[in-house]
């Protein structure tokens, strides 16, 4: 790459909005022509989450009131949305919500050894395409198989817990500087742009800095 865009995203694997507003931003990037430099962050939407996960539907309507009317409605929009992005929402009324402390450890992990993105990319297609249980460190270990890097390595890792503290010091990071809901989208260090914003206000965004970067 040429001097790309440095883009830091804070994000969780089991956020839609989180997925749709990738490909969004890639979408502009494409369109643009710009390139971009993504860095993955970690922030859990479920922290306390129980270890063998909550059904999704009821976890919706615990956690924000959604009506079964409106978690269908929410999930068509996230569906259309992903297919008109090139990406799969397979979702259904058994899927499961899981704590997603581990998956993060893996992403980590996978960072270290420049694989780091492909691993988020692996885990959103695990989740929302595969309805897979991202909190097994059988799948984690499995997707990170499917990825190139050495799966007895990653079973082992995420069974000893040696990246824990690291991940944990990583979400307090974005925590303490505010950092509250995902996806939160941080160009060259310095602009902050919260929420899946779209392909056109994503792209307006590179091009200007690209024209900063250029004055």
Request: net charge negative.
């Amino acid at each position: 790459m040429t001097n790309p865009i440095h883009v830091d995203i804070v994000s969780d694997v089991v956020c839609p909005w989180c997925a749709i507003g990738y490909h969004q931003l890639a979408s502009a990037a494409r369109d643009t022509g710009i390139d971009i430099e993504v860095h993955w962050h970690p922030f859990e939407l479920n922290p306390g989450m129980a270890e063998d996960g909550e059904n999704l539907r009821a976890h919706l309507a615990a956690k924000y009131g959604t009506t079964p009317e409106g978690s269908i409605e929410a999930r068509a929009r996230l569906t259309e949305m992903g297919a008109a992005l090139g990406f799969t929402f397979n979702y259904a009324d058994d899927m499961r919500m899981y704590n997603t402390f581990r998956a993060h450890q893996m992403i980590d992990w996978a960072e270290d050894q420049g694989r780091g993105h492909e691993a988020k990319m692996a885990l959103f297609a695990a989740f929302f395409t595969d309805r897979r249980d991202v909190s097994d460190i059988g799948v984690l270990a499995e997707v990170a198989g499917e990825i190139g890097l050495d799966q007895s390595a990653a079973s082992s890792m995420l069974d000893s817990g040696e990246r824990a503290e690291v991940v944990r010091e990583k979400e307090r990071f974005w925590t303490d500087r505010g950092v509250q809901g995902v996806p939160a989208v941080i160009f060259e260090r310095q602009h902050l742009v919260t929420g899946a914003q779209g392909a056109a206000t994503y792209a307006s965004i590179l091009e200007q800095l690209k024209a900063a970067k250029a004055a």
